[in-house]
């Protein structure tokens, strides 16, 4: 397995240029299963999820070619409605074939999905949507099969019980060509909903809501081939705030959407970062003492679950008691805090809540990262520390970092990876 040493220490300083958001190119190449025709798709994100789900359509029949971060998918001569189980579990958001594949083709019989498994994360909602939709499922041995019921498939009202990205992103999926009109009310907000909406109208779809509580969905008879550029990634980018505010520097962030990033921004300011807007690009210094802060997970537009790990080594390191309470999923916590532990962190973790007590320092360690956003928060605290950090299992990072490593050193970090 590969691995991170990182000699920490050093301020960052220069420009980081952000990828596409991963949980929009997720969602987006799952919906040219929708498709009549051939789509361009530009600002992909190069990283392990996108790869696996391009493997995954590829061997169902789609075309595919890659150039630097665009690709053109054509999934016109797909037959099949059972994507590669070995495939599908090698990721979390394959689910997204099953409300792609119920879209295309009235029926579709795909494997549980794997990814980080940092809390459970049920499907119920998808399956909740589905069948608002007509459709028959059957969840018997690790796998979804979806057909249409007696009545058929038509579009249908859900509400969702909790707001879920997934469940919205996968009725979003199977409603878009049904005849009828779909309407999701306790839909999840975030950009990457907002994204696939744009993406999906801008081949033919009607949607219209998508950054609301409800999304309405009037189903279309076929969609055509077009281009699209997709979203920059708002945690990716919080990501390197987070990295500059923990270790110090000044250092522009390139190719963001500033609205996406309010929330982290703000919360970075309170700790004492300095943070400039631009129209594509923020800048981030911090020189001083961080400051402690009180932060609560919420969904978009609130501070991002995703983002949790990253800030809790901010707190680490800052002046005072912070909190962080985590209320999106039953807890995060238990993927990082040890690791951080170990570095000299003082976390205390009562229910739903870190009380985190900032320290002089942390002191480098061996530490595994145990799903993609704790591996990130690993490398954060690897780069504040005092000597040598080696962050283990860092193909977790990489599932969602484009070349952080090299992102990294090119803003005067010590980083390496060791295979
Ligand atoms: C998406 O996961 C993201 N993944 C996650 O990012 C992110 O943490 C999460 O949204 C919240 O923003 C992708 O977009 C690929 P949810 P998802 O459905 O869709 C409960 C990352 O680091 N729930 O919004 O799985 C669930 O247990 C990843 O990029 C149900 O109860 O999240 C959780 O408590 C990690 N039943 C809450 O809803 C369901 O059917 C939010 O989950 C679905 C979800």
Redesign the pocket.
Known sequence: MARYEINGGKSLQGTVTVSGA??AA?AILPAVLLVSGKCHIENVPNISDVHILLDILREMGAEISLEGSSVTVDCSHVRSSRPDANLVRKM??SYYLMGALLGRCGKAHVALPGG?NF????????IKGFIALGADVDESDDYVALEPGENGLQGGRVSLD??????TVNIMLAATLLPGQTVIENA?K?P?IVDLANFLNTMGARISGAGTDTVKIRGVKELHGGSYAIIPDQ?EAGTYMAAVAAAGGNVLVQNVIPKHMECITSKLQEMGAKVTNYDDAIRIQRAGKLRCTTVKTR?YPGF???MQAQICVCMSLASGVSRLTES??ETRFFGYCTELQSMGADILITGKTAIVTGREKLTGAVVSAHD??AGAALVIAGLAAEGTTIVENTHFIER?YESIVEKLSALGADIRRIE
């Open positions: 991963k949980n997720v979390r958001a980080c809390a459970s994360r049920p499907i119920d909602q998808h909790v707001v879920s990205v997934g469940a999840a975030e990457h945690i969904p991002p679950t995703d999106v999923y993609l956003r969602g």
